[in-house]
């Protein structure tokens, strides 16, 4: 079932949308090489506290963190770790936060100091892919419509668009109903309708979309070892086009 939102309601999951941007804002400026994702963890736990939010992910379905912390061929879920990025690096740090009783979730990739000119370019292009997803997430629209124009802009540019992580409704639950993945064919899925909050979260892959799950049982990578980027916002749909609740 989906939950559709209020007026109020949307207005009341602003605030966790809020404090998930600010948190983005915060470690833009940090993530330089040297710099270890556990220190963002830790920062991440300190800001969620001081702003008066909860780190939803900690306990989720066991997982241990506030923040999951992605290097390179990474595509979702890695454990925050002390190793220190390195110049060249990618990472998607993600943060879901829970603030008044709703949920707010964002995912950004972040470049560690100069990377390759392919890392620079699915960076790009992956942004790209959520910023028109947003455009497309319109009343009447289907998913399907929506997640046809993200995987064509992908696959123009050459990277592929992961099957097996989905994107969903977002509430008092971070996982609410719909949840579909970030391909589709125009027409089909469910059609967005004024009061849904769901999130666009495309997970783009350089080479290959196939991912494989790591012995800890959440760290996601690309098979072919390719690099992986992600950007998350999560969105309301109302009549007058969508309200980007975690927009910075
Ligand atoms: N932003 C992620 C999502 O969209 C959060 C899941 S992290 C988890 O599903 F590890 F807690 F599952
Ligand atoms: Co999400």
């Known amino acids: 079932m989906i939950i559709l939102k209020s007026r109020t309601e949307i207005d009341e999951m602003r605030k966790a949308g809020q404090i998930v941007a600010a948190f983005h804002k915060a470690i833009a400026g940090m993530i330089r090489p040297g710099i270890t994702t556990l220190e963002i963890e830790k920062f991440a736990v300190r800001f969620l506290k001081e702003n008066g939010a909860k780190a939803h992910t900690i306990g989720y379905n066991g997982y241990p963190y506030a923040t999951c912390a992605s290097v390179n061929d990474v595509i979702a879920h890695g454990f925050p770790s002390d190793k220190p990025l390195q110049e060249g690096d990618i990472v998607t740090i993600d943060i879901v936060a ?73 509430g008092r639950e971070m996982h609410e109903e719909p949840n579909y993945p970030h391909v589709g064919k125009p027409g089909k899925g469910p059609r967005l309708k004024e009061g849904m909050v769901l999130t666009i979260e495309p997970m783009i892959n350089a080479g290959q979309y196939h991912m494989k799950m790591d012995a800890d049982g959440w760290t996601a990578r690309t098979v072919d070892g390719s690099l992986s980027a992600q950007y998350e916002h999560t969105l309301a749909i109302t009549a007058d086009g969508p309200i980007v609740l975690t927009a910075q």
Not at 134 to 149: E, K, L, P, Y
């Open 98 to 170: 829970e603030a008044d009783g709703w949920i707010g979730d964002s995912a950004w990739c972040y470049a560690v100091g100069q990377v390759s000119d392919e890392a620079r370019r699915l960076m790009q292009v992956t942004k790209e892919c959520l910023d028109i997803g947003i455009q497309h997430a319109v009343v009447g629209n289907r998913i399907g419509d929506v997640m046809h124009v993200v995987q064509t802009h992908a696959e123009q540019h050459g990277f592929s668009v992961v099957r097996d992580l989905l994107g969903h409704g977002v």
